[in-house]
Structure formats: C-alpha cells, structure tokens
C-alpha cells in the first residue's frame, strides 16, 4: 500500500513531501484519492509537481468525498457538457523548466555528445551495426568497416563523387560514396549535417568506400484503437492583421456542436482533445516592422485575446506548444509558454501548455508535438525537398530520429545538456505546423500531419509565393483523418 | 619650371634611387614595381592592358567621347584578323577568341572607370563563350564580389560592352530556360534576405524581364555560402548565391536601365528597348526619388536618414523642423564634393560634430562631411538664466557650453549648389542672408556706382536697426537680414500678443535706448522668433537695436481674418518688406565619425615573413627565434646560378650571392635565430623586444620580406600593410585655398615650393594671405605627419643599412615633410595618385584638393582613404606579396598616375562651384523650387572651365572661413567611452534641440540599433561556430571530441558578452522614458530569451533537490 502510493505518484513525475504522504495514507479512501490528486495536479498546476502537505488539506477541503470517488475532477465549464469526458491525459515528455545551460562551451559540448549517444543506441541496437566500433579503431583494421558517426559536411568531388565527412568522439574520417553505387548514392541525398547514421563499408587507405548507410529508421507500429477524435492546429497567428477571426469563429462553434453538417457535427461531438503545435499568436518583434501587421500590438493581450477565444471550448482537452512567434525563448527546445504572458490560458482548467517538442499521451495515442522551425533549413538543403510537402520532410526526420538536425543555419538550437530533439519513442502521431500548409502522411503506421494555419497569405508569403492552406482543420477521429474546412 | 614639371621631376629623383636600390638584388624585382602614367590612357594599359593600347585610346579620344572609346576599343580588339579567324570548334582557336573577348571586357570597363578602380581586374572572373541548347554561340560574362567597386552604372555598361562584343564576335544571343530565369529571381530575393539588401530592390517580374531579355549570360562565381533551391543547372556552375552577378544585374542593369538604354540608342546596339518598359514600370525609386518631382511643387517631407538611430549618434535635427540646419547657398574654401559649412559655434555647442564628423542629411544628397565655416550664421540658444544668445565665435561658444538649456536655432549649412546639381535635387527655398540682400540693393533702380564706397561700409561694420529700416525704404528693398526674425515660426496671433506686450510700456517707437519688460509668458514668441535678449533684475531686456526691429516691422495688429500666412499678414503691415527667414530646414544626424590613424592589419605585422604560431599571439619573431628552426609554409626560391642551384627563400642566394627565383612554396624549416642574426647586422640594429612576422603569406608565391625590413619598422614604431607599404588613413576634406599660418608653413617655405602670390595677386609675404591650392598638394593631419616623419626614419635607415645608399628624406622636424611627395590610394581603387606635403592640420582628416579626392574616386562625405610616402612604395610595394585571394588587387599601387587632368577623373568634381557670390536670380530661382540642370547657366562651375587653363586656378569660393579646423577636433562620440555615456550624452542633447523629439530618439535607438543587435545575436549565439585558442582554426559545430585535431583549448565564437551588453541600458531607457509599450515588451521578451540562454533552471530549483 506504501509502496503503490508512492509508485503512482513517481509515474505521474509528483515528488511528495512526508507531510502529504502521511495524510493521504491516513485517509479511508487514498487510492481513489490518490487518483484524483494526481489529475489535480497535472491538470491544474503543471508547473508545481511538489506535493505537499497543504496542497492536500486544501484539496480535501475543496473536494466533496463524491468527486473524489469519481475519476475525474471537474471543472464548472466541464460539468456543462452533453457527455462526460474521461481524460487519460499524460505528459510523457517535456523540456520546460528542464533547461540546464549556462550557455558555456562545456553546454554546447555535451548537447552534442548527448545527441550521438542517445542516436548511436539506437542504431547500436540494430543488427548491422551491432558490432560497430569506433573511427580511431575503423582506421587501423582492413575487414568491414563499421561505424557511427556524426555527419559533418557533405559535399561532391570534381568527379561527382559524394565525400561525407564524419566523426565521433574517436576522432574523424572521410567516406566516399562512389556515384555509380546508385542505390546508396541516392539514400545520400537527403544526408543533412549533424545527424547521425551508421556506414558500413570498407578502408581504403585514409578513405572509407561506403557500401551502405544506415538510419536509426523507424520501426512499423502497430495501430492502436482510438474511439475519439483529436483536433490538430498550429499557426493560428491571433493579434495578426491576416488572422482569419471568421473562420476561427466558425471552427469554435463547430467544436461545440454548433456549426456544420450531421456528419461534421457527430465528429465535433467526438472530439476529446485539441493540440496547437505553436503560433497561437502572432507576437511581438519577430520580424522588422511587425507592428505595422498587427491588430494587436500587446502580447499579454494577443494571449488575452487567445484564452477569450479557446475559453469558448469547454469539453475538451487542450494542449498548446509554442512556436517561433510565441513568448517563449527561440532556441530548442522551446520552453512552454510562461504564464507571466498567458494567465488568461493558463487559467482555463482544460487547458495544457507543453514545450517544443514535447510528447504526450491522449488516452493512449502517443503524440509527438513539434512547430516545425527546422523544416526551413530541410527545405533549402535537400534537392526535392519543400515547405508544401511536409510530409516528406517529416518522414524523413522520423528516419533520422532527430526533429532538427542542421545546426548552425536558421533554426536556432540551445545548447541544452540533453538533446530534447531526438525522438527517442516512436509516436502513433507526429504533429508539427510553421509552414502554413497543410499535409498528411501514414509513414509505417505513424500519422505525420502538418496542420496548416488561420493566417490568410502575409506580405512575406506574398513575395515568396508561398500560398497557404488556411482554416483547414486535419482531425484525426476513430482513427482516420478527416479534414474540415472553415474557410 | 610649372607645378607639374616639379612634381616630375621630383617623381623622377625618388624613381631614379628607388631603381638604384632596386638593383641591389635584394627585393624579388630589381627595380620598381609601379609604373608610372601621366593620363587615363597610360592608366587602363598599365592596369589592364593590353600593351600599346595607350597610344591608340589617345587617338581615339580626339575624335570621340569616352564611352564611344570604350566600346571602340571592345569591337577592335574582338574584330582583330587573328580573332575573326578562328574557329570555335577549334579547342585551341576557341580559346583565342574567349580571351580576346574577356581582354575587351576589361579594357573597356577600365577606360569608364577612368583607369583608377579595381572592378575591371577583379570585379570580373572569366568571359567565356558557351552554348544554347540549339547549340548556336553566345557570350557569358562572369562577374565576382568587387564588380561592386565598378558603381552601378559602369557594372551595367560592363554588361552593355559585353552585348557589343557579342554583336562584333556575331556570336548568338543567350537564350536562358525558365529554370535559369527563375533561378535569377530567388537569387535576388535570397540575397537581400540572407547577405544584404540591395541599393534596389527589384520586384520578381524586373528581374524576370532583364533575365530574359539580356543578351549575354550574366553570371559569376559564388560569393556566399548561401544555396539556392533551383539547383543543378547545366549551365550554372554553382549552387551558391552568385553575388556579383546580382549586382550587374540589379544594381547594374536594373536600377541604371534609363541609362543603359541612353548609350544602347547612342551606340544603335539593338535588342534592349525592353529596358524601356522596365523603367516605366519600375517601383519609384527613392534613390532619385527627386527625379518625380516637378518644378514647383513642395518638396515631400523624406526621413529615411532617421530610419536607422545608432547608439551615440544624435539625430540633430528632425526633417524640415523649425529649428534645425537653414540652408544657406555657398561655397567656402574648405567645402564642396559633399562637405557642408556648419558654423564652428554650432559645433562646439553640440560637441558631437567635430571637423570631418560625417552627417547623414535630409536633402540634397544622403550625407555630408561637416567642416567649419565662420562666415555663417551660428546657433541661437538659450541659457540656465532664460538669455537668449545669438552665438558667432567659438570662444562664447565654449563658454556658454555649459549654461544652455534649449538650442533654438542651429545655425546655418552651408550647401553648395554643386551639391544640388549632383544630385539632381530640386532647388530648395534659400535662406534670407546678406549676400541676397546686397544683390538686391545693387540691383535696385535708385542705386548708382559712386554709392559702392558706402555700400562697402555697410558690410564691413554692422548696420543699425535705423539704418537697416532707411535702407530698405531708400532703394525698395527688403528689409536686412540682421533684423529679419523668424517670423514665419510663429502664428499672427503670437505677433499681436508679442505687440501689445512690447508696446505695454512705451510710447515711441523709435526707441533709442535696451528695452526692459516685465517677464511674461510671451517670452516663449521672441525666443521662437530667435530674438536675442537677456535676463537682468528680473526682467527681459531687448538691445535697442532689436527692439527697434520689432516695433517697427510689426507696428500694426495683423489680420488674423484672412486664410493667410504669418509672413504674409507681417507684410500687410510692416513698412518694408520682411523676407523668410529660414524658408528651408535641413534635418540631419551625426554619421560616422572622423578619423586620421595609422593603417593596422589585425594583428599589425612589422614584416610580412611568416612564423606559423611560433612566436606566440603577438606573432614575435624575435619570440619564434627562441626556438631556432621552426617550419612554414614559404616560398621556396632556386639559385639561378647553374654551378650553385642552391634552394632558399631570399632574392639573393646565401650560398654564391647570385640571383633566385621562386619555383614553388611548401613547408620549410627554417633557421630563424640565424636568419635574425644576420638581419640584425645587416640593419645595423643591435637588438630588438619585438618584431612582429605574420602568420602565414597569403600570397600566391609566399615570398616573404627581408627580415631587415622588419627589424627597421619595429625600431621605428610602423607596421605594413599586406602589400608591404606604410599607410596612414584619413577622412577625405576638400581645400581650395589656405592660409599660411593656419597649414603651419612659412611663406618662405611655400614660395619655394612655387606659391608666389596670393589670390589677389599680391606677392605671398605675410603668414595671413590666401593662397589657392594647387591641385595636387596635399594638407595632413598632425597625426599623420608624425607617423610619416617615422616612416621617412625607416626608409633612411633601410637605404642606409640595408641598401647602403646615402639618406633621402632627412627629416627632423614635421617641417621638413613639406614639399616630399606622397601618394593618395583608395580601396577598391588600384592606381594611386601623387600628391605633394604642403602644410598640416590640426582636424583629423586630410585636407587636399576636390580634383585629388576626385583622381582617386572619392568624395567628401566621410570617405576615408590613405597616404604613403613616395619612396616608401617605390622601394617595397611588391606584387609578389598580394593575396590571392578575389580582391587582393584592390587597395594596392598598381600604377601611380602622376598628373591629374581633370577631365579624367570622376566628373562628380566638375560640380564644384567656382563664384565669388551666386547670382540674385539664382537666389530667386531657387523659390520655385527650380531644378539645377535649368539653372546651371547662371553658375560657374569647374565644368565650364574644363580643357582650358582656367581649370587650374581661379576657382574662387563665396564664404570666407577663416580657420580650416575651428571647432572640435574629435567629436564626443569617440573620447566618451562606453555605450552608455554615449547614448546618455545622445539623450540630452536631444533634450535641449528644439528641433528633435527625445522620445523619438530614444524610440529610435531601440528600434533600430539595440534591439535588432540584441535579437541578431541571441540568434546566431544559437547557431555559433567555435574557435581554437591556439591555431584559431573555426569549427562550424564544436566536434565530438570537444577539443580542436591541434590539441587546443575550443571557444565560442560569439560571448555571452556580445549578447548582452545592450540589455541593462535598454532596459534602463525603457524605464526613464515613456517609450512606446510595444517596445518595452519586446526588451522584456528579449530579456526573458537571454535568461534561458544563460541561467540553468537548476539553480531555480535547488529547493526541489532536498526532496531527491
């Protein structure tokens, strides 16, 4: 009993303070308790996950013993809705409040060595590369090469050959992919700097002739029954003059039931969850001149603006990341959004701030939320490779088993000690936005879905014809995806 | 002997010893590399090539204009028998006819560019002739970085010249796919997103059309690591930006295609009437945005120099804001070429404007250099105790400094109508000032000849209020512009309350004696109408002179009825005409600041001999010596000796003494304590503490210099610059006339170098005359007289010691600098000009005729340029030690033009006003807001005098100055020292100008200098590169193993430092005023991204570790 106190409460990441251990243990019907201030405490304070005495002498306080007996403590908005919702919510994985450089060199060390280590395990865990070794060790042998390094430039020889230069901690090595080896040539072409892969191979002398190049990959999952329906939206850009408020409008009432045919309303009335993959609002000095495209020209209003909008929804469950133009710091991992800018959401009862990335779990349904920033620097690279398809880039992240490889271009990366960028589990849905197009993929049982925007075409757009797909709403409901449109 | 044989001869003499030393085998040439030309066409050949092409530009100019040369020379040189023969299927043949093309190329860009600029060696790669997929023939011209020196119209020529050379060579048109057209497109979209904008910015459909439509391929090697997304293209050999084909293109074809259509026609080249739908087309271009508007209509109110507010660098006047700069027409001896008289009053007061200090101005051009002119009207302000001061003199200027509270009025600019006419802006309304009013009175129908005695009284001493009032009435003029106020600054209402106030307690007008009235309210009127007064016992007192003024002008209550002006109402009642004042105010603020400093690489070598990283940070050589032999990278040179055939990496082989030559570079080891010794004793010089090498040549040959070299410039304090000459930098002023005393040379002196007689064509015998400037004499700054008083040590101890020859220079006091010669050189320029040391200033520039300024391509708004001495670059400039690298030409003495003829240099000189005093109707003119290309009849300028003796002298000024360098020598920008004072002292003043908002001010620093500093450097700490302490070898990303392949310690390349220090002022400014909300949010979210950059949530959370 103890034990099972504490075991749940370490699954849910709540450290306990004795005070509060020997109250709930002292209380006729802890496990139900237990339970409950679990979800009291996720959904309501995500940012205290210190239980301590007082927070439960105030929760009984407030509680009747009948909701404690229920699974689920309601809020008054949620009390309104036609059917009860029973959220298995859980964050599985989240950078806020985990940032831990000093931005000193050591920092920026151990970022990197915290990616190779955690990408090497998993392509250390695949049979070709079981018994790789190091590059210092590569060098002096004369059979197969087998290594796992991290792509450090990749270029072209005067012969068209393609040259990738590669290290790890042993030191580093040149490989050489032969342009008449047309099935590894290829694979080299979505190669990007700064991921990390395993080659197989043979050494010639201070070269290492590539015969194949492996990806962490992605395993094919398995499909998972869902019997409610997802909404996924990013770039919503609230505060812009180019947000589509009409439409945003219609989107709310049909969340609620009141807009619509059957058929889209019976999806509304399915709807458990919304995920916002950053750019709720426009925000404030993200580029020269922003103020003369705003309507807002606040960012603690533009978030007013926000929670006044998104407090129109009550029944369901809301997750928000932010973006590149939110008040959050640019570097990724992007913290959540502080709640200094956005009481009014933070407020909302039913409402989830997470960082960028951040993975979550929606009764079940693993999501790995990402804005997107990186596949700015993957479309200019990569020959075939574009912001109108998404999902390509998408694929091939999950491949890589990284959400933004290439440093030192336009996506900032902090120098954090960890790499919160690697995808270590593979999500039943990866959910990104930043693009402002629409796209949808089933990769090896995995949903990419990119979802769009609210934003009408900006001026920038405008010069770089980029046309986007706005209020078109992916919704992933019993399983398949269903796009609706609010244009 | 004339001024030019002088210099001749003098250039001569320093050829003649140069070529003696020379031959002593010690250098890699034995004799000097730098050959001289006395005009444009001896330039082009020395410079491009080819030989014997001098001769032949000669005969053509008799004939034909200078652009029709160009394209002459670029069709004979491709039509040649030799050329047309050969066959382009031919591998060898082919190559014939590409090379001649790409010679035509370069000699024709070389004769726009008057032979000076470097664009035409190193602003284009390669031409080549290449294929369309119809297989059919046509031309590609590539074009590299420094095509950017050219200018944007000669770059456009370039590409005009290579479509002549195609027709001559009946080559085909190039015919681009879409993919090639589009890929021009997002070029010009990338590079102004990603490297920077451009002068243009072209809409897609411009750059569609000209890709199109341009007969020849504009291409060029990569100049940024950025890539394209239309990539792989057949024809394009890069995936990278092309940078310097963009700037043909655009800044080139695009933004010049008025211009380029203009010689298409004139020369009947066909196939580029497009250009004229381009140009109507064209997005207004703000450039020449004056260009639209027609003659009469007001000129629009243009801010863009107070887009960008820097940190330090106070706005001094907001545009045409009652209160700032009044324009004055004028041209004083030390301005012209984009220097502006500003009251040297003016200066003091503000401190930020010292002579030479850079402005950035409203109108006519986009900047300025402020140089001092006393002739002027000064500043009007206002002190602690509410007097309000007129003030004319440096001395009250300095005195007052300290006591004013509000600057009222800051004083007069004087703009030459050069200055208009070259930047073809209208004609803005001219401020009322004594030499209009003169004119008038001489002009006027009751005047006659006899009275000019009379006349002349009036200016020397200052006329009387009565006086003034009688004039104007006598000859119907008028009224002078000492009592004339600034009327129109205030409404008709504020006049009548002025009226009766001043009238509360007197009985006549015709008052005799200071006026004292009791304080009010409508003090605030006679301050705005820049009425001085003082504050005595409590009460406002008015000279009588002024009070006199005011009572009579407005001696009636004015209409307040009518839809009228103030000045129009003002007249309706005054008994003699009132003129305005200050129709025309000038808004501006302070640029770059002036600068005269030694030329210092970064680290500043001593000698250009290599020592890898063994003589520590500081480069020591003395420090590499310690070791003994050390191995380089360096030159690897073969005795030419067949019985020696020793190998080293000296001229003269230290085995038999005979010449070597270079064979090829590598890795060497060296024994640099016995080289050092050796120099040691060759240079005559026991022992040195430093001597400070490179670390690496970056030379092709890597051919390094004598260590004696070295040791000589180390014992007297100079450093070299990469092609082994001495500089020292300047801010670029232009002179025409200077007196003796203030240069600080005798007459004596100045007669034997050929100053015989004054301007008046008295006999030069007093140090107070004014003298004209000869045309290459050049004025140094005290600064750099000094520094090139050690380089004349080093170069008499190099020929001493090392080449063992007698002395040159000589020279013990600065003194004897006067009458050695020197040379002027540019960057992006490859031909210096030679100049002679006439005198020295006490302001941080270098002051020397426009048509010197003008030989090296330069003008006066803060272009800065450098000085050498002659024998300095006779005896160890090198071509052997240039960079390899694209641009390496540039900056460097490749030939010496030795006369300047001023029809050959840069015509922006032959605006230079050349009037005692400009024209009444000129004055009139310029109410109507005529242009100057209409009026320049009225106006002698140096254009008219071109080709005739008269271009040389007589080039007389209107403002008399009378001290080159009144005012601050350095401006307050550069003696405060952190950012904070700066930006303090920046907020104050603009505190107390009238004519500049403070919140604006601050807005702006924010806006536009700390915040996007801050916001550019959180991002690229984010994506930073890492460096090695020791070899400094760059990684972009920080390797696995965490240290640099030599063992060295790795770190960041951008500090945490860097991204912060604008933080605590920003934040600071943001709390002491009450700037715009949207700005303090942006600080503050700024602030929150830098704290989770540089703060480990840990130490937030420490509390929580108790529990783990």
């Not at chain 2, 800065?864 to 690298?885: I, Q």
Request: aromatic content about 6%; charged content about 25%.
């Amino acid at each position: 009993m103890t034990d099972d106190i504490i075991l749940k409460f370490a699954d849910a990441e709540i450290l306990l303070d004795e005070s509060a251990y020997n109250k709930i243990k002292s209380y006729d019907a802890s496990p139900n308790l237990v339970d409950s201030l679990i979800k009291h405490m996720t959904i309501s304070s995500p940012e205290m996950m210190v239980l301590t005495g007082k927070v439960v002498d105030d929760y009984l306080g407030q509680s009747t013993s009948a909701m404690i007996g229920s699974t689920y403590s309601n809020n008054q908005r949620a009390q309104m809705k036609l059917v009860p919702q029973d959220f298995d919510f859980h964050i599985l994985k989240d950078a806020s409040h985990k940032s831990y450089t000093n931005g000193e060199i050591k920092d920026l060390s151990s970022y990197f060595k915290s990616r190779y280590h955690k990408l090497r395990e998993l392509l250390t865990y695949k049979r070709e590369l079981k018994d790789s070794y190091s590059i210092k060790e590569a060098m002096s042998r004369d059979d197969v090469i087998k290594i796992v390094g991290m792509v450090n430039d990749v270029r072209y020889t005067k012969n068209n050959h393609k040259i990738i230069e590669i290290e790890d901690e042993s030191g580093s090595a040149t490989v050489l992919i032969h342009k008449e080896n047309h099935e590894v040539f290829e694979q080299s072409e979505t190669l990007l700097k700064d991921e990390v892969i395993g080659i197989i191979g043979s050494r010639k002398g201070t070269l290492i002739m590539a015969s194949a190049l492996v990806n962490p990959g992605v395993p094919r999952i398995d499909e998972k029954p869902m019997d409610f329906a997802t909404v996924f939206l990013s770039d919503i850009h609230i505060g812009s003059s180019t947000f589509l408020d009409k439409a945003f409008d219609r989107f709310i009432k049909w969340i609620n039931g009141d807009f619509g045919d059957d058929n889209q309303q019976e999806i509304a009335n399915n709807v458990k969850y919304v995920v916002v993959a950053g750019d709720i609002v426009d925000g404030i000095g993200v580029y020269p001149h922003q103020d003369k495209e705003l309507t807002i020209k606040d960012i603690h209003q533009q978030y007013e603006e926000a929670a006044r909008l998104f407090g129109e929804i009550s029944h369901v469950k809301i997750i928000i990341a932010p973006g590149n133009h939110d008040a959050s710091r640019l570097a990724e991992p992007q913290p959540a959004i502080p709640e200094d800018y956005a009481k009014g959401l933070y407020e909302l009862k039913n409402l989830e701030f997470v960082s960028n990335p951040a993975m979550v779990s929606l009764d079940g349904i693993k999501v790995l939320i990402y804005h997107g920033r990186s596949f700015d620097d993957i479309a200019m690279t990569v020959k075939g490779m574009s912001h109108q398809q998404s999902d390509l880039i998408m694929k091939e992240l999950m491949e890589k088993r990284h959400l933004a490889p290439i440093y030192g271009e336009r996506t900032p990366l902090a120098s954090e000690i960890e790499d919160h960028l690697v995808i270590e589990e593979i999500p039943d849905v990866l959910h990104t936005g930043h693009v402002h197009i629409n796209s949808y993929k089933r990769y090896k049982g995995v949903h990419l879905i990119n979802s769009g925007t609210f934003q009408s075409q900006t001026e920038f757009q405008k010069i770089y014809n980029i046309v986007p797909t706005c209020a078109q709403v992916p919704v992933i409901n019993n399983g398949s995806l269903k796009m609706l449109d609010f244009s | 002997m004339g001024y030019f044989e002088t210099l001749e001869e003098g250039t001569a003499q320093a050829y003649e010893v140069a070529i003696e030393a020379r031959k002593k085998g010690h250098d890699i040439e034995t004799e000097p590399e730098i050959p001289l030309a006395k005009n444009l066409a001896e330039r082009v050949e020395g410079l491009v090539g080819p030989p014997g092409i001098a001769k032949h530009i000669k005969e053509l100019e008799e004939e034909m204009s200078r652009e029709e040369v160009a394209f002459e020379v670029a069709r004979e040189i491709v039509t040649s028998d030799e050329v047309m023969k050969a066959d382009p299927g031919n591998k060898d043949q082919y190559k014939i006819k590409e090379e001649a093309a790409d010679q035509a190329v370069r000699t024709a860009l070389s004769i726009l560019t008057e032979g000076v600029v470097a664009a035409p060696l190193e602003g284009i790669d390669r031409v080549a002739i290449k294929r369309n997929f119809d297989q059919s023939w046509y031309l590609a011209i590539y074009f590299t970085g420094p095509i950017r020196s050219a200018g944007g119209t000669a770059s456009a020529l370039a590409v005009l010249i290579a479509d002549y050379i195609r027709l001559s060579m009946d080559l085909d048109i190039y015919k681009p796919t879409d993919r090639e057209i589009e890929r021009y497109v997002e070029e010009a979209e990338l590079y102004e997103s990603e490297v920077t904008n451009l002068q243009y910015s072209p809409s897609p459909d411009e750059v569609r059309s000209a890709a199109k439509h341009i007969p020849v391929e504009v291409t060029g090697e990569p100049t940024d690591q950025v890539e394209v997304s239309h990539r792989d293209l057949e024809r394009v050999e890069t995936n990278h930006l092309r940078g310097g084909a963009l700037l043909a293109l655009v800044e080139g074809v695009i933004q010049k295609a008025p211009k380029v259509l203009k010689y298409a026609k004139m020369l009947k080249i066909e196939g580029w009437d497009w250009l004229g739908d381009l140009s109507k087309t064209k997005k207004s271009d703000n450039n020449d945005g004056t260009d639209e508007e027609s003659k009469g209509e007001t000129p629009k109110v243009d801010d863009k120099y107070m887009r960008d507010i820097i940190g330090g660098r106070p706005v001094l006047a907001y545009p045409q804001t009652k209160g700032g700069f009044r324009l004055r027409y004028g041209r004083s001896r030390n301005t012209g070429l984009a220097a502006m008289g500003v009251h040297p009053a003016t200066m003091e007061i503000l401190e930020f404007l010292a002579v030479g200090t850079q402005m950035k101005i409203e109108r006519p051009g986009k900047g300025n250099c402020v140089v001092p002119c006393d002739s002027i009207d000064g500043p009007i302000v206002k002190l602690r105790n509410g007097d309000v001061v007129n003030v004319d003199s440096v001395e009250e200027a300095r005195k007052i400094r300290s006591q004013v509270v509000e600057i009222i009025y800051l004083g007069d600019m004087l703009v030459a109508f050069g200055e208009f006419l070259r930047n073809n802006h209208q004609l803005l309304p001219a401020g009322w000032c004594e030499e209009w009013w003169i004119q008038l009175l001489q002009k006027s129908a009751n005047y006659n000849d006899g009275q000019e005695e009379e006349l002349n009284q009036y200016l020397q001493e200052r006329i009387t209020a009565r006086g003034a009032f009688d004039l104007s009435k006598q000859y119907q003029i008028p009224l002078h512009p000492d009592y004339t106020y600034f009327y129109h600054d205030v409404t008709r209402k504020d006049l009548n309350t002025l009226r009766s106030w001043l009238n509360h307690d007197i009985d006549d007008i015709n008052i005799e004696e200071d006026l004292k009235v009791n304080i009010g309210p409508e003090k605030r009127i006679l301050e705005s109408l820049g009425v001085p007064h003082r504050i005595r016992e409590g009460k406002i007192v008015l000279a009588q002179g002024d009070a006199y003024a005011l009572l009579n002008t407005i001696n009636q209550p004015l209409n307040t009825e009518d839809d009228i002006s103030t000045l129009e109402a003002l007249n309706q009642v005054s008994p003699v005409e009132i003129m305005a004042k200050a129709p025309t105010y000038l808004g501006g603020r302070v640029g770059r600041p002036e600068k005269t400093k030694e030329r210092m690489m970064k680290p500043a070598p001593h000698a250009l001999f290599p020592i890898g990283t063994n003589g520590g940070n500081r480069r020591n050589i003395v420090e590499a010596a310690k070791k003994g032999s050390i191995t380089v990278d360096i030159a690897r040179c073969k005795c030419t000796n067949p019985e020696c055939g020793v190998g080293s990496m000296q001229a003269i082989c230290p085995v038999c003494g005979a010449r070597t030559v270079p064979t090829s570079s590598g890795k060497k080891r060296i024994n640099v304590a016995n080289l050092l010794r050796k120099a040691y004793k060759n240079a005559g010089v026991r022992k040195l503490d430093e001597i400070k090498g490179v670390q690496g040549m970056i030379s092709e040959e890597k051919f390094p210099e004598p260590l004696e070299k070295g040791i000589l410039r180390a014992k007297n304090g100079v450093y070299t610059f990469k092609d082994a000459t001495i500089r020292h930098d300047s801010t670029d002023l232009p002179l025409t006339h200077f007196i003796p005393r203030e240069i600080d040379v005798s007459p004596g002196k100045l007669r034997e170098m050929g100053y015989t007689h004054d301007i008046k064509g008295e006999e030069l015998k007093n140090d107070d005359q004014v003298v004209e400037l000869r045309i290459q004499d050049l004025v140094i700054s005290e600064a750099c007289a000094e520094y090139l008083m050690r380089v004349s040590h080093f170069i008499d101890d190099l020929l001493k010691n090392f080449y063992e020859m007698e002395p040159f220079y000589n020279v013990k006091t600065k003194g004897d600098l006067v009458g050695h010669l020197a040379v002027g050189l540019a960057p992006h320029t490859s031909a210096g000009v030679l100049g002679r040391i006439i005198g020295f200033t006490k302001a941080a520039a270098c002051y020397a005729h426009p048509y010197f300024h003008s030989a090296k391509r330069r003008n006066c708004d803060s272009d800065e340029d450098s000085v050498m001495l002659l024998m300095d670059a006779l005896l160890n400039f090198s071509k052997v030690y240039l960079p390899s690298s694209r641009g390496g030409r540039m900056d460097a003495p490749l030939v010496l033009s030795s006369r300047i003829d001023p029809e050959e240099i840069d015509d922006e000189s032959h605006n230079l006003d050349t009037m005692e005093m400009l024209p009444l109707e000129l004055y009139q003119k310029t109410m109507e807001n005529a242009k100057p290309a209409d009026v320049v009849d009225m106006v002698d300028n140096v254009k008219k005098r071109l080709g005739k003796d008269e271009q040389y002298h007589g080039l007389i000024y209107s403002h008399e100055t009378s001290s080159i360098h009144q005012g601050p020598k350095i401006c307050l920008y550069k003696t405060l020292p952190t950012m904070k004072e700066k930006v303090n002292e920046q907020i104050r003043l603009a505190e107390r100008i009238r004519a500049v908002d403070q919140k604006g001010v601050v807005e702006g620093v924010l806006n536009s200098h700390f915040l996007p500093d801050m916001a550019g450097n959180i991002r690229a700490f984010a994506r930073q590169k890492v460096r090695c302490t020791k070899c400094n070898k760059k990684y972009r990303r920080i390797p696995l193993t965490g240290e640099c392949t030599c063992g060295g310690n790795l770190i960041l390349s951008i500090s945490k430092g860097s991204v912060t220090k604008y933080l605590e002022i920003s934040k600071e400014l943001a709390s002491r005023y009450p700037i715009d909300p949207y700005l303090v949010q942006r600080i503050e979210l700024i602030e929150s991204g830098i704290n989770s950059l540089f703060e480990s949530d840990r130490s937030k959370q420490s509390s929580l570790d108790v529990f783990l």
